[in-house]
């Protein structure tokens, strides 16, 4: 099984704590992950290479941060212009390319976990934030939203927590 996984990080290799441990163990894995604001920090996306990517993999993970609620700005850009109408999504003829396909999110948070929860701070669950990303997948593309791992207090994540979250990728 093929798994593509994305990072939508924009400062990954040199400010990031969580999202550093977490591409170090996707490469100890044998994955080859891929830093897209190294590919694409101007914003210029590819579509066509990006759609061969996803349609290539057996299973997608998007890994980022959750800034102000929400995702990085580069991947609302990425679906933007990847997930063109008729490849992925569209009202007649065949455009099929991400259905039945499993999506997971790996996202990383600085607040604690207690934090994502009704009762907490931000009185609402990572789920709940990130909704506007699992029903664009599942009602446009007819792909699936497979799990949402949360990694929480990013920068003083250990690596013991990041292997122990990731185990089963």
């Known amino acids: 099984m093929k798994k ?3 990072f939508f990080h924009p400062n990954l290799k040199s400010k990031s704590v ?3 441990m977490i591409w170090e163990e996707c490469k100890e894995k044998g994955y080859d992950p891929v830093d897209v604001y190294e590919l694409y920090g101007d914003f ?3 579509p066509k290479r990006e759609q061969k990517r996803l349609e ?3 299973h997608i993970y998007f890994v980022f941060p959750l800034y102000w609620y929400n995702s990085p700005s580069l991947l609302k850009e990425y679906i933007d212009i990847v997930w ?3 490849w ?3 009202y007649t003829g065949v455009n099929d390319a991400l259905k039945g396909k499993p999506f997971s999110f790996i996202v990383t948070a600085g ?5 994502y929860t009704r009762e907490g701070g931000s009185k609402r669950t990572l789920p709940e934030f ?3 990303l699992y029903e664009t997948i599942e009602n446009f593309t007819q792909a699936r939203v497979d799990e949402t791992i949360g990694i929480f207090q990013a920068q003083s994540v250990t690596k013991e927590i990041i292997k122990n979250k990731l185990k089963n990728i």
Do not use: R, V
Not at 111 to 115: K, M
């Open 18 to 20: 969580a999202n550093k």
């Open 130 to 132: 990130l909704s506007w």
């Open 56 to 58: 290539s993999a057996d």
């Open 84 to 86: 063109e109408m008729g």
């Open 88 to 90: 992925c999504w569209g």
């Open 111 to 115: 607040s604690t976990e207690q934090n």
């Open 44 to 46: 210029k996306i590819d």
């Open 4 to 6: 593509e996984f994305l």
